[in-house]
C-alpha cells in the first residue's frame, strides 16, 4: 500500500502562483511514476503532468506546458507541481496519483495509476 497526500492548495488571482506538494508513504520504492491529474465540477478527470522517480523523466499535458513544472525529491519521497502565469480555467481539484511499475512517465489515463491521494482544491480568481 502506498498513501498519498496532497498540500498547498488554496485561491489566487490569475497569473500567480501556486505550489502543490505531494507526498508519499509506505511501500515506496522511489520506481515508477507520479502523475498529477484535476477534475473540476462536472467535467471528467484529466492528466496533468507526470515524472518518474528513478531519472525524473516529466510529461505535460500542453495546456500547461512552459506554466507548470513537475519536480521531485527522492530523499523526500515527495512530488511538487509548480504552477506559474495561473488562469480560471485552471480550477479544479487537483490529485496526485502513483504507478508503481512504469515504462516512462507516458502513462495520461487515470486507469493506468494505482493509489491516489485525496485531493486539494485549487481556485484561480479572474
Known amino acids: 500500500q502506498v498513501q498519498l497526500v496532497e498540500s498547498g492548495g488554496g485561491l489566487v488571482q490569475a497569473g500567480g502562483s501556486l505550489r502543490l506538494s505531494c507526498a508519499a508513504s509506505?511501500?515506496?520504492?522511489?520506481?515508477?511514476?507520479v502523475g498529477w491529474f484535476r477534475q473540476a465540477p462536472g467535467k471528467e478527470r484529466e492528466f496533468v503532468a507526470s515524472i518518474s522517480w528513478s531519472a525524473g523523466s516529466t510529461y505535460y499535458t500542453d495546456s500547461v506546458k512552459g506554466r507548470f513544472t513537475v519536480s521531485r525529491d527522492n530523499a523526500k519521497n515527495s512530488v511538487y507541481l509548480q504552477m506559474n502565469s495561473l488562469k480560471p480555467e485552471d480550477t479544479a481539484v487537483y490529485y496526485c496519483?502513483?504507478?508503481?511499475?512504469?515504462?516512462?512517465?507516458?502513462?495520461?489515463?487515470?486507469?493506468?495509476?494505482?493509489?491516489w491521494g485525496q485531493g486539494t482544491q485549487v481556485t484561480v480568481s479572474s
Open positions: 496519483a502513483s504507478r508503481s511499475v512504469a515504462l516512462g512517465p507516458y502513462y495520461t489515463q487515470a486507469r493506468d495509476y494505482d493509489y
Open positions: 509506505g511501500r515506496t520504492r522511489n520506481t515508477g511514476i
